[in-house]
């Protein structure tokens, strides 16, 4: 089965631009997530979706971070307006349900976003 | 609130060595537990992970973890390392309830020695 999807996988914009990253999860995977590993750190969680609906948003900046899941199976990041302390690696994984703490997370190969 | 602890941010073995990756964590009750790797340019990929029964888990590549509960641990090995095992390798946990997020460790790069 084919993997996550992410594009695209290096961006670099100048600080107070706006970006998007685009994911698309393994087919049939209720749960889609996105993640920022910032160099030296550990992926921390941004946002969870539910098919269409956030379970978790409660460490996205929402000033300036939004996403969206309008049709259950695709999803975008936005950032608007970037800083400098957005420079990171955007993860997007998937999980069959979510439902369970058993249940596995498939990564996507990430977005390397440099502002400048 | 459940943490998770790798010691040492850098790990180098010689090639053929024993391998061993730290994780603790901080729980009030046993998590799921689960290690992934990630090599340059790419995305996370399960190795292993712990859920319920046997402790000592075996994964992808060789690789192995043992959780003890007694000494919140849940340590990676692999008994003899290969060029190739060169990544950063992440611990997690996920919560037992609830949204069932994962926590990530800091992460430890592990360096093979021809």
């Known amino acids: 089965e084919a993997g996550v999807a992410q594009s695209p996988r290096y961006k670099i914009i100048e600080k107070r631009q706006s970006v998007a990253f685009w994911c698309n999860p393994i087919?049939?995977?209720?749960?889609l997530y996105w993640y920022q590993q910032i160099l030296g750190q550990g992926p921390k969680l941004l946002i969870q979706f539910q098919n269409n609906g956030v379970v978790d948003d409660s460490q996205l900046p929402k000033d300036r971070f939004s996403a969206e899941r309008l049709k259950g199976v695709d999803s975008t990041l936005k950032i608007q307006p970037a800083k400098l302390e957005d420079s990171a690696v955007y993860l997007c994984a998937s999980s069959r349900t979510g439902l369970a703490g058993t249940d596995t997370q498939y990564f996507g190969p990430g977005t390397r976003l440099t502002v400048l | 609130a459940q943490s998770v602890t790798q010691l040492g941010s850098h790990v180098s073995v010689s090639e053929g060595a024993l391998v061993l990756l730290r994780c603790n964590y901080s729980?009030?009750?046993?998590?799921?537990l689960f290690w992934y790797v990630q090599y340059p340019n790419q995305g996370l990929q399960l190795l292993l992970k712990?859920?319920?029964?046997?402790?000592l888990v075996k994964g992808i590549n060789g690789f192995e973890a043992e959780f003890k509960k007694s000494e919140t641990s849940f340590h990676l090995t692999k008994p003899s390392a290969h060029m190739s095992d060169a990544a950063e390798y992440f611990c997690a946990v996920s919560t037992t309830s609830g949204t069932y997020k994962y926590i990530f460790g800091t992460g430890t790069r592990l360096k093979v020695l021809a």
């Open positions: 729980s009030s009750v046993p998590p799921y």
């Open positions: 087919s049939g995977h209720a749960t």
């Open positions: 712990y859920t319920t029964g046997a402790t």
